[in-house]
């Protein structure tokens, strides 16, 4: 039986590391931000739409971490607590710079920003092109979804969180964040209709 310092949360990373990180204990944040470090650059790369911006507000996430080490819970899932300070970074960037939410989630020089590809997968070039225009058609409709929406849609498509979840990580009802998914599905099927029909046409 394992000692409760030696518990692991449902996110993989030792109890005991995460009391640590709340004494901020440099190694202890240091296994914090290699763990997650991924995962916030993606979230935050695809709100914003720039790998310079993505990777300022990540940096800005792990100031705020250190800063407010104290009250994280050791016994949950450090991911969601990172997740809203990620979400009110980059609701800051958007507010200050007074950013337009169209056109900006688009990954600069093509760059897709996956985190689906399969291990092992092996497609011929024309597939992999395929997948590559069909990827970015996907983020740049996405990219055009105001805010609200478009945050549901990344939490829940790309980060596996569920509605309720969700909703507790933004401030809003499961019933609102279960519309703004709803309507944001709707939006982005009515831009991608024409590039799904040409898909099929090639098929």
Not at 150 to 168: K, P
């Amino acid at each position: 039986m394992k000692k409760p310092s030696e518990e692991r949360t449902d996110a993989g990373l030792p109890r005991e590391t995460l009391l640590r990180v709340r004494d901020r204990d440099r190694d202890a944040l240091a296994e914090l931000f290699d763990y997650s470090f991924d995962r916030i650059y993606s979230l935050a790369a695809r709100l914003l739409g720039d790998r310079t911006a993505a990777e300022d507000a990540t940096q800005e996430v792990f100031l705020k971490v250190y800063r407010a080490a104290d009250r994280l819970d050791p016994d949950r899932d450090p991911m969601a607590w990172l997740t809203v300070i990620t979400y009110n970074v980059v609701r800051d960037i958007w507010r200050t710079r007074e950013r337009k939410a169209h056109g900006r989630a688009v990954p600069i020089d093509g760059e897709v920003l996956s985190e689906d590809r399969l291990p092992g997968r092996e497609a011929d070039p024309e597939t992999l092109t395929l997948d590559r225009e069909r990827d970015l058609a996907v983020q740049a409709a996405i990219s055009r979804l105001p805010e609200d929406m478009r945050i549901v849609v990344l939490l829940h498509d790309w980060h596996g969180r569920g509605h309720e979840e969700i909703g507790r990580l933004i401030g809003a009802s499961h019933a609102a964040v279960r519309k703004r998914y709803s309507r944001a599905l709707a939006r982005l099927a009515e831009e991608l209709k024409d590039w799904w029909n040409d898909e099929s046409e090639r098929a």
